[in-house]
């Protein structure tokens, strides 16, 4: 795989699910102009990736990481059932890995915001 610096990529898969999500940005001049998603072909996953990829997209890389679950709620065309709200913070993690991914390819600090160095 080519090291691209424009290219940020994120992966999240759980030990307590067969379920995984991969996030992927390509930035310039610090804004995201385009992300897509890999994961596991499950309705609720798959619909949490394409909300968070649309939400994403035209924001400066660094901004992803003061996102929550919340940007993904709002944006849903569906409800997300209780025992699948998961899938959301799943695909805002994968999405903050893109985003450190990018990061430290480019030399950039990667704020921990939260106390989270989980990417």
């Given at each position: 795989?080519?090291?691209?610096i424009?290219?940020?990529?994120g992966?999240l898969?759980?030990?307590?699910?067969?379920?995984?999500?991969e996030?992927?940005i390509?930035?310039?001049?610090?804004?995201?102009v385009?992300?897509?998603f890999?994961c596991s072909?499950?309705?609720?996953?798959?619909?949490?990736?394409?909300?968070?990829?649309a939400?994403i997209?035209e924001?400066p890389a660094?901004?992803?990481?003061?996102?929550n679950?919340?940007?993904?709620?709002?944006n849903?065309?569906?409800?997300?059932?209780?025992?699948?709200?998961?899938?959301?913070?799943?695909?805002?993690?994968?999405?903050?890995?893109?985003?450190a991914?990018?990061c430290?390819?480019n030399?950039i600090?990667?704020?921990?915001?939260?106390?989270?160095s989980?990417y």
């Amino acid at each position: 795989m080519i090291d691209n610096i424009n290219i940020g990529s994120g992966r999240l898969q759980p030990l307590d699910t067969d379920e995984s999500i991969e996030i992927n940005i390509t930035v310039q001049n610090g804004s995201i102009v385009s992300a897509d998603f890999l994961c596991s072909e499950k309705p609720f996953l798959t619909a949490c990736a394409k909300a968070v990829c649309a939400v994403i997209t035209e924001k400066p890389a660094r901004e992803l990481f003061q996102m929550n679950a919340n940007a993904v709620y709002y944006n849903l065309e569906t409800e997300l059932p209780r025992n699948k709200l998961y899938c959301a913070s799943m695909a805002v993690t994968a999405a903050k890995r893109a985003a450190a991914d990018w990061c430290k390819k480019n030399g950039i600090e990667v704020p921990h915001t939260d106390g989270c160095s989980c990417y």
